[in-house]
């Protein structure tokens, strides 16, 4: 385990750079838009084919308020990963009036504040999140050492990391794969 974490520190003091967000996006199942909307979410699509897609969802009639709701929620996932994080925030804020939707819309917003470097409001609304229920209490972790890692606070950051890490091995993983581009040149900002 301490060579987990010597590996970690060893990252962060070879490279401060922006990372892509842990996200709890919402699951709709089917085979309709609201399910390719969710799919785009899940697998960190962004553009504008994802988007219109969700858009499309969003104007069926049929759709539950449930899928409605979570739509609202994948949406904004799919503006963040585009990197256009007013975007998201305006469907995320939609998703904070269905009951079912607000932990991960909350998370959610806290990813669009992180990629608007308002890191304070980011780790409010991660913070809020688990107070609301979030069911990945990993993401909020990695999303909170992904924030102190860009206020350049390594212990902190390593603290949530380890956290993360605890929770969901798989976030090793990541930090494994950014290593190996680090090294080759090819991990950029």
């Not at 996200?23 to 697998?43: E, N, R």
């Not at 409605?68 to 904004?76: E, F, H």
């Amino acid at each position: 385990m301490i060579k987990l974490f010597h590996k970690i520190l060893f990252f962060f003091l070879f490279n401060f750079i922006i990372q892509t967000n842990s996200y709890a996006f919402i699951t709709v199942l089917g085979k309709g838009d609201a399910s390719l909307c969710f799919q785009s979410a899940k697998t960190g699509t962004g553009g504008v084919t994802a988007v219109n897609t969700c858009l499309s969802a969003i104007n069926d009639v049929g759709l539950t308020q449930k899928d409605l709701y979570a739509t609202y929620v994948n949406l904004g996932i799919i503006y963040n990963n585009s990197k256009k994080p007013d975007n998201a925030i305006k469907y995320l804020n939609k998703g904070l009036e269905y009951k079912n939707t607000i932990p991960e819309s909350l998370l959610s917003l806290g990813n669009s504040f992180y990629l608007k470097k308002n890191y304070k409001k980011a780790i409010e609304l991660y913070d809020q999140s688990l107070d609301k229920g979030l069911n990945d209490v990993s993401a909020v972790y990695f999303n909170k050492g992904l924030v102190y890692e860009r206020l350049r606070n390594v212990d902190l950051a390593l603290q949530f990391y380890k956290k993360a890490i605890e929770l969901k091995p798989q976030y090793y993983d990541y930090f494994e794969k950014r290593a190996r581009l680090q090294k080759s040149g090819e991990w950029l900002n």
